[in-house]
C-alpha cells in the first residue's frame, strides 16, 4: 500500500478529508514513494482555530521557557539528523551531506532563536517629560503562516519555526507537496520538545489551502519562500487582506572572476555552487562572468574539464556529488531551457540531457551543463533555469562585469573572486543585489545577520531570520506612562507634553 503523508493538527497526525492528494516521488527511480494529504478550506480554517487556543497559552510562557523548549529541540533533532537526511534526501534528491547541510543550517537558526528573551526586550526613557516614563514592547502577532517551497524542505521551515514560534507566535505550515515528509516530522519534534498542541500545526495542500491561508482573517502574517511569480502573487493577496508579509522568490546568481582570481579556488567554488544540489538553490552561482579574454579561456577550459568528470548518481552514495532534480517536470523545465540556450546561439561546452544512470534509467538525473557565450539578450540568461546548468557570460572590465547582475531582474546573491580589496569593497558598495560574497560561492548569511535578495527575488520589507526575522513576527506597543502624584490641573485634557 502506497505510504500517506498526513497533516499534523492540534498535535497529533489528522488524515484529511478531501480525497485529493499530491504524489511523492522517489527522484533517484521515478517512481511514486508516497501521497500527500491536500487540505480543505474546511481543515484549513479548523487548523487556525486549534492554533488559536495553543497560541494563548504559548505566548503566556516567559520567553525563557519558550527558548528551552527550542534548546530541546535543538538537541532532538540533531539525535534524528541521519533519520532525517536519509527521509529529506528520498524525497528531494539531494546528497545525503547536502541533506544534512540543509538541516544544520535551519538548526542555526533554532539556535539564534534561542537567545528570544535578549531579542525581545524592548526600549525605554525615564523622565522623557515631568513624572512621564516611555517604553516600548515587542508583542507576538498571533496565528501566522509558512509557506515553504521543495528545496530546503528543512532549512526553510526552521527559519519560521525558529523566529515565529520563539517570539510567541502559533504557525501553520504550509511545507512543499514534493517533499513534505521532514517538515511533519520537524514538528512532531517540536511537541517533544515541549511545544503546546496547536502551536505548530502542518496543513498539506495546494493552491487551494494557501489561497485559504491568504484570505483568513486570523492569519496575520504570512511568510514565503519560492519562485517569483508566486512570492508576488502572496505579496499582493497579503497586502489586499491586511496582512504582514515575506515572500521571498527566484534568483539567477553572478560569479564575477577577476583576472587577479585564484583560479584553483574558482573553479572549485564553480563545481560546487553551479552544480552541487544539482543547481537547485537560490543561492547557487549559474552565471560565471570572467572578466577579460585570458581569464575566459582559463576558466571555460578548466570548468569543462573539471565538470565533465562530476560524479552524478543515486543521491544516498556518498561518492557522488549531485542526484537527481526533483521531479519529471522540472527535470523537463531545465531540458527546454538548455535547448532555448542551443536555439539562441549559446555555445555548448557539456550537454546534461539524456544522462543516464544504469540501473535507474527513469530517474531524474541531468548531467552538468555548461554554455559559453551566452549573452543578456537570451532568455535562457534572463530566467531562472535552477538545475545543474552554468553558464558563462565574457565581460571586458570590472565595470561591464557588474552591471550584469545589477541589471538583472533578480537580486539575491552575487560573488566576486579576486585578490584586489579595493575592487571588490567597491563592487560590493555598488552592486544591486542583496547578498555578496568576496571570494564565497554562496554567500548566505549566517542566522545572526539575516538574509534577503533584492528586485524580484524578495518582495518584502524586512528578511529572513536575524533581528530582521524577530521584527517579522512581532508587533511594537508603546506605552507613555504618567503617576500623577497631585492635582494635575490644566494637564488633565490636553496632549501630554514632555516640557
Ligand atoms: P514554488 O513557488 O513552486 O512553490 C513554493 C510554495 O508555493 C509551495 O509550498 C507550493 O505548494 C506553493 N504554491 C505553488 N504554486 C502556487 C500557487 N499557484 N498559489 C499558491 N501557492 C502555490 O517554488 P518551488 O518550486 O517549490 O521552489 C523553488 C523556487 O523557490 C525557486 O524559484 C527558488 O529560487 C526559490 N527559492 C527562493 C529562496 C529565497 O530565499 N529567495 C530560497 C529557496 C528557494
Not at 87 to 106: N, P, Q, T, W, Y
Not at 377 to 397: H, T, W
Request: charged share 20%; hydrophobic share 40%; with cysteine.
Amino acid at each position: 500500500m502506497t505510504r500517506e503523508v498526513n497533516h499534523f493538527i492540534d498535535g497529533k497526525s489528522f488524515t484529511g478529508t478531501s480525497g485529493r492528494f499530491g504524489d511523492i516521488h522517489d527522484p533517484n527511480t521515478g517512481e511514486v514513494q508516497a501521497k500527500v494529504q491536500f487540505a480543505t478550506p474546511t481543515e484549513v480554517a479548523d487548523a487556525v482555530e486549534g492554533a488559536k487556543k495553543g497560541q494563548a497559552i504559548w505566548a503566556a510562557m516567559n520567553p525563557q521557557r519558550r527558548a528551552r523548549v527550542l534548546m530541546k529541540y535543538k538537541m532532538l533533532v540533531e539525535a534524528e539528523m541521519d533519520e532525517l537526511a536519509h527521509l529529506l534526501s528520498s524525497e528531494h534528491g539531494k546528497v545525503i551531506a547536502d541533506a544534512k547541510g540543509d538541516l544544520i543550517r535551519g538548526l542555526e537558526v533554532i539556535e539564534f532563536a534561542c537567545g528570544v528573551p535578549h531579542l525581545l526586550k524592548g526600549e525605554y526613557t525615564e523622565s522623557a517629560g515631568p513624572g512621564i516614563d516611555v517604553y516600548s514592547m515587542r508583542q507576538p502577532l498571533g496565528v501566522v503562516a509558512g509557506i515553504t517551497p521543495f528545496n530546503f524542505p528543512a532549512m526553510i521551515p526552521m527559519w519560521f519555526m525558529g523566529m515565529a514560534l520563539s517570539t510567541g507566535n502559533a504557525m501553520i505550515m504550509k511545507p512543499s507537496e514534493k517533499d513534505p515528509s521532514v517538515p511533519v516530522r520537524l514538528a512532531e519534534l517540536m511537541l517533544e520538545a515541549g511545544l503546546p498542541e496547536g502551536v505548530l500545526q502542518v496543513v498539506h495542500g495546494d493552491k487551494e489551502a494557501v489561497d485559504t491561508l491568504l484570505q483568513h482573517d486570523d492569519i496575520k502574517a504570512v511568510s514565503f519562500v519560492g519562485s517569483s511569480n508566486i512570492a508576488h502573487y502572496i505579496a499582493m493577496e497579503c497586502s489586499k487582506h491586511g496582512k504582514r508579509f515575506q515572500a521571498m522568490g527566484g534568483a539567477k546568481n553572478h560569479g564575477i572572476i577577476m583576472p587577479d582570481a585564484d583560479m584553483d579556488q574558482v573553479v572549485t567554488d564553480f563545481l560546487g555552487a553551479a552544480y552541487g544540489s544539482a543547481g537547485e538553490r537560490c543561492m547557487a552561482l549559474p552565471v560565471a562572468v570572467p572578466v577579460g579574454k585570458d581569464t575566459a579561456d582559463e576558466f571555460v577550459g578548466r570548468i569543462k574539464e573539471e565538470a565533465a568528470k562530476l560524479r552524478i548518481g543515486v543521491s544516498t552514495d556518498d561518492t557522488v556529488h549531485y542526484g537527481p532534480v526533483v521531479s519529471a517536470a522540472h527535470k523537463a523545465s531545465i531540458e527546454n531551457y538548455i535547448q532555448m540556450a542551443v536555439d539562441e546561439g549559446a555555445d555548448m561546452l557539456l550537454d546534461g540531457r539524456g544522462f543516464e544512470l544504469p540501473g535507474h534509467e527513469n530517474g531524474f538525473f541531468i548531467g552538468p551543463t555548461l554554455f559559453d557565450n551566452v549573452t543578456t539578450s537570451m532568455k535562457s540568461y534572463q530566467e531562472e533555469i535552477f538545475g545543474p546548468v552554468l553558464q558563462v557570460v565574457r565581460a571586458n572590465d570590472l565595470e561591464e562585469a557588474a552591471a550584469l547582475p545589477s541589471n538583472h531582474q533578480y537580486g539575491n546573491g552575487v560573488a566576486i573572486f579576486t585578490r584586489n580589496g579595493l575592487a571588490a569593497r567597491e563592487f560590493a558598495s555598488k552592486v544591486n543585489v542583496g547578498m555578496v560574497g568576496i571570494n564565497v560561492p554562496i554567500p548566505v548569511p549566517v542566522a545572526y545577520h539575516s538574509f534577503g535578495g533584492w528586485k524580484r527575488s524578495a518582495f518584502t520589507d524586512t528578511n529572513q531570520y536575524g533581528t530582521d526575522g524577530i521584527r517579522f513576527f512581532t508587533k511594537i506597543k508603546t506605552v507613555t506612562q504618567r503617576w500623577p502624584t497631585g492635582d494635575i490641573g490644566d494637564q488633565a485634557f490636553v496632549i501630554p507634553t514632555m516640557g
